[in-house]
Nanobody, 116 residues
């Protein structure tokens, strides 16, 4: 059993910053990628950023240059540093852990609200 827990969401003004953290625990073996998705009301869940164990990174076009993903593989932890936040970044952010064998684990989500 793998548990995935996010933290760091909250309310921030436009132009502000937030840092999300996600830690996986339990029977975490053979990590493949760790990443972040988000979902706002009426929209599908979308990939924000993903980092592989080898360090390859993918960002959604909408966050390039503003968000930075990083990870500590030994601790099965992934971070998302978000800067220059916009109202359209408002969403529930979900952590995604994928292991070899295509096992996918999700966190419960953390709310990020960007508003003045």
């Amino acid at each position: 059993q793998v548990q995935v827990v996010e933290s760091g969401g909250g309310l921030v003004q436009p132009g502000g910053s937030l840092r999300l953290s996600c830690a996986a625990s339990g029977r975490v073996t053979s990590l493949y990628t760790m990443g972040w998705h988000r979902q706002s009301p009426g929209n599908e869940r979308e990939l924000v950023a993903r980092i592989s164990i080898g360090g390859n990174i993918v960002y959604a076009d909408s966050v390039k240059g503003r968000f930075t993903i990083s990870s500590d593989n030994a601790k099965a932890t992934v971070y998302l540093q978000m800067k220059s936040l916009k109202p359209e970044d408002t969403a529930v952010y979900y952590c995604e852990i994928i292991t070899y064998g295509a096992n996918i684990y999700w966190g419960q989500g953390t709310q990020v609200t960007v508003a003045s």
